[in-house]
């Protein structure tokens, strides 16, 4: 007892160095509890922040596209744009933040008068083709497609759907069903 009677003594006249050597170990932990929870809470806002868009083309009617490759396909009709990424104009979409995406295509073709139309449609990054999907249009009948793919996308980067460039037979424009079956969707799976 007394021992810690001249240990206190000591401390409180300031001489001596263990007790100094256990604060300072103190205060690093707390700098390094303080450092990791900031950590933390960044990765759980990551986990929170929300990227997804369900676009289709407008109600009323057939949509007609004349295949011109290279040019984004626009799905005006925007049921769900979280993180503000989808343009209903362009028709692309430009990632908010870098991470893991999933995307959707999915498309019901009308007939045209040529019988065995086929159409290539193309989920593209740049210039990288992510998914494509063939649709083979018989006389006045409906013909359905989809496709899907997870893939990595930087911030910035613009994700579209296109026609696809490889050869195909088409007599006329292709057109789509308009009551919400033709549609294009984006969803952030894990942001960076």
């Not at 806002?45 to 997804?52: F, G, R, T, W, Y």
């Not at 990288?128 to 249009?137: C, G, Y």
């Amino acid at each position: 007892m007394a021992n810690n009677g001249n240990d206190w003594k000591r401390s409180a006249d300031g001489s001596n160095s263990e007790l100094q050597k256990v604060i300072e170990a103190l205060q690093a932990k707390v700098t390094s509890l303080e450092r990791e929870m900031s950590q933390t809470k960044s990765t759980v806002a990551k986990c929170q922040q929300q990227v997804a868009f369900t676009a289709h083309f407008n109600k009323g009617g057939p949509t007609t596209h004349s295949g011109s490759y290279d040019v984004p396909i626009a799905f005006s009709q925007v049921e769900l744009n979280l993180g503000k990424g989808y343009d209903s104009k362009s028709g692309v979409f430009t990632a908010p933040v870098a991470g893991l995406y999933l995307f959707h295509l999915y498309v019901k073709g009308v007939g045209t008068k040529t019988a065995n139309d086929q159409f290539q449609l193309a989920i593209v990054n740049g210039k990288s083709e992510l998914a494509k999907v063939t649709l083979h249009s018989e006389l006045y009948k409906y013909a359905r497609t989809s496709t899907s793919v997870a893939t990595h996308v930087e911030a910035g980067q613009k994700v579209c759907v296109k026609f696809h460039d490889w050869p195909v037979r088409h007599s006329e424009p292709f057109s789509y069903d308009n009551w919400h079956d033709t549609s294009f969707t984006g969803v952030l799976i894990c942001a960076d």
